[in-house]
């Protein structure tokens, strides 16, 4: 068996791109300020300095932490339970109406979100909901639909007819067959969307730039923005304000990560 | 009409089915079409964001297309559109097609890969901006003095450090794409064509590369439409400076309307992102044409 040479170096070469970047940030988040101004910048410290993460802490973290789960959850529930309903009603009725709301939702995927601030800047202040952390959810909720859909959609294509035949032979309501059928056979991709949604709106950076004001509302890419402004010269505690910041999207990551990357791989290969 | 007895069932319009679709639809309808809608009337009035909103006709328009940061806005963003096109998509294959192979190791590989996906962009362009630093980054950690640059504050080089901070951040997910896709390659394939003595780049070349059309297709829709609305990034590590050098439109747009608060303008800057998505992504379909669906369906 012949080896493949060029893919096998830029493979390896890019897991050492990938991971020096981490590695810096760990080992950064570790030193004292002194030793970081004093130390070789891509070796660790010898004495491990936790003050940085303390500090971290004691500059409100816990607020945006609890932010951010919030404004996740409340995204990522409604969406899925919104997505999955209507990814039912697409694939199972044939009725020509469905037709172009197939295609608005596919719309959706090239909608570029970006463009739309402004007049989602005066909905939000015109429902009296700017500066809250409803806010950020609502237009994550309709922006996730499109992909959402599609994924599920294509899970639920792949659900043999007869099953539903069989339960329309029984009596079952749609409601029936939705719930008792169509749900657990497409539990996969429904995790998979509740994951992959989970991390966009864990990392949105834009809404809450434009629809939250005070510091009481920031989510964490934004309150490290600013954290960042603030400890400009105390570079490990910014360092260990991204550790910090990343260990719960981590952490789903290790429990999801089947779904999210078999989910994104369907969602977008076929 | 189009009542055929064969299945007449099919055709009727169930009211539950209606009522399944209706939240998603009405959701979708108000926090996404309405404000699309919405940024085509804006862009036809004045608004500072916090007043009174005036109808003004082209006013806005006027103002949009006559500035000299539209333009240039808008040509930096089809330079970051090509040049992340052209970094990025080879790199994906390549590295698709590496981790699609059976080896343990490789899902190993894969599962590191696909850690920038899981960083903000804040936290990554943090992370760079102190791995740029000259005396406390790279460049005096690996002893390389030519890494010592004013990276941010030249007009060259820091497009450079854009350029390559997004591939980090985006390259896994292509990638993953990619390896999924190559996966799906029937091994029969190879097997023939070993049997022809084809060597390894010669099969890449000519089964993995055209069986990979279609996805070519999808990567390289989002990845367009994705570039032109790059912004996290860009307005944390540069807020489109030095100077002017990476005000690329959406960032102008932003600061045009949130910043300089002038809604009206940021709004028609926001129609023409918009046309600009739908063409792009349009073009790209259209450039992969019926062979795109034809490659689809022998995959599957």
Redesign the interface.
């Known amino acids: 068996m012949k080896r493949n040479w060029i893919g096998g170096t830029f493979g390896w070469l890019w897991l050492l791109a990938v991971l020096l970047p981490l590695y810096f940030v760990a080992i950064t988040s570790l030193k004292s300020i002194s030793t970081y101004f004093g130390s070789n910048p891509v070796l660790p410290s010898p004495q491990l300095a936790f003050e940085n993460f303390t500090a971290v802490l004691e500059a409100d973290f816990t607020t945006y932490l609890l932010n951010s789960v919030l404004v996740a959850l409340g995204t990522v529930v409604p969406l899925v339970l919104m997505a999955f309903m209507a990814s039912y009603a697409t694939v199972r009725s044939r009725h020509r109406l469905f037709r172009p709301v197939r295609s608005l939702f596919l719309l959706g995927l090239a909608i570029p979100v970006q463009a739309t601030i402004v007049p989602i800047y005066l909905l939000i202040i015109r429902m009296h909901m700017y500066d809250s952390l409803a806010a950020l959810m609502l237009p994550g909720i309709a922006f996730g639909l499109p992909l959402s859909i599609l994924i599920i959609s294509n899970a639920l294509r792949d659900v043999p007819g007869e099953l539903f035949e069989a339960m329309d032979i029984d009596g079952c309501t749609e409601w029936q067959k939705m719930w008792r059928l169509a749900f657990p056979i497409v539990r996969p991709a429904l995790v998979t969307v509740a994951v992959y949604q989970a991390l966009m709106s864990w990392n949105g950076f834009l809404f809450p730039l434009i629809l939250t004001q005070s510091p009481d509302m920031r989510t964490l890419p934004l309150a490290l923005w600013s954290f960042q402004g603030e400890y400009a010269t105390n570079v490990p505690v910014v360092m260990a304000a991204v550790v910090l910041s990343s260990i719960p999207i981590v952490l789903l990551y290790i429990v999801g990560r089947r779904y999210l990357v078999s989910g994104m791989t369907a969602g977008s290969g076929k | 009409m189009?009542t055929t007895p064969a299945?007449p069932h099919?055709?009727?319009?169930?009211l539950?089915?209606?009522l399944?679709?209706a939240?998603?639809?009405l959701?979708?309808l108000?926090?996404?079409?309405?404000?699309?809608l919405?940024?085509v009337a804006?862009s036809f009035t004045s608004?500072n964001?916090i007043g009174a909103?005036e109808f003004t006709g082209l006013t806005s328009w006027t103002e949009a297309l006559s500035r000299e940061t539209t333009w240039r806005g808008l040509l930096l963003v089809l330079l970051m559109i090509v040049a992340t096109w052209v970094l990025q998509t080879p790199?994906s294959i390549?590295?698709g097609?590496?981790?699609a192979?059976q080896q343990r190791y490789?899902g190993v590989?894969?599962?590191?890969?696909?850690?920038?996906?899981?960083?903000?962009?804040?936290?990554?362009a943090?992370?760079?901006?102190?791995?740029m630093?000259p005396n406390?980054?790279?460049a005096?950690?690996?002893g390389l003095p030519f890494l010592k640059q004013n990276w941010l504050g030249d007009s060259t080089l820091v497009w450079i450090v854009l350029l390559v901070i997004i591939a980090?951040q985006f390259?896994?997910?292509h990638t993953?794409?990619y390896?999924?896709?190559v996966r799906?390659i029937p091994q029969s394939m190879y097997e023939a064509a070993q049997i022809d003595g084809a060597?390894?780049?010669r099969q890449f070349f000519s089964i993995t590369l055209p069986q990979l059309k279609y996805?070519l297709i999808?990567?390289s829709t989002?990845m367009v439409?994705g570039a032109?609305?790059y912004?996290?990034i860009i307005?944390?590590l540069t807020q489109g400076g030095p100077g002017v050098s990476t005000r690329i439109l959406?960032l102008d747009?932003?600061l045009t309307?949130?910043r300089g608060n002038e809604?009206g303008v940021?709004?028609a800057l926001?129609?023409i992102?918009?046309v600009l998505?739908?063409g792009l992504?349009l073009g790209v379909q259209r450039l992969g044409g019926k062979d795109a669906s034809a490659s689809?369906t022998e995959g599957?």
Request: glycine share 8%.
């Open positions: 189009t299945a099919r055709e009727r319009l169930q539950s089915h209606l399944f679709a939240p998603a639809l959701f979708f108000i926090f996404a079409i309405l404000p699309l919405g940024v804006l608004w964001g909103i790199l390549l590295l097609t590496f981790l192979g490789r590989l894969a599962v590191l890969y696909f850690l920038p996906l899981l960083l903000s962009s804040s936290a990554i943090i992370t760079f901006k102190s791995l630093d406390f980054g790279l005096s950690g690996l980090w390259i896994p997910f993953l794409i390896q999924g896709a799906q060597g390894r780049v996805t999808t990567s989002l439409v032109l609305t912004f996290d307005f944390v959406p747009m932003y309307g949130f809604m940021a709004s926001a129609v992102l918009v998505g739908l992504a689809q599957a």
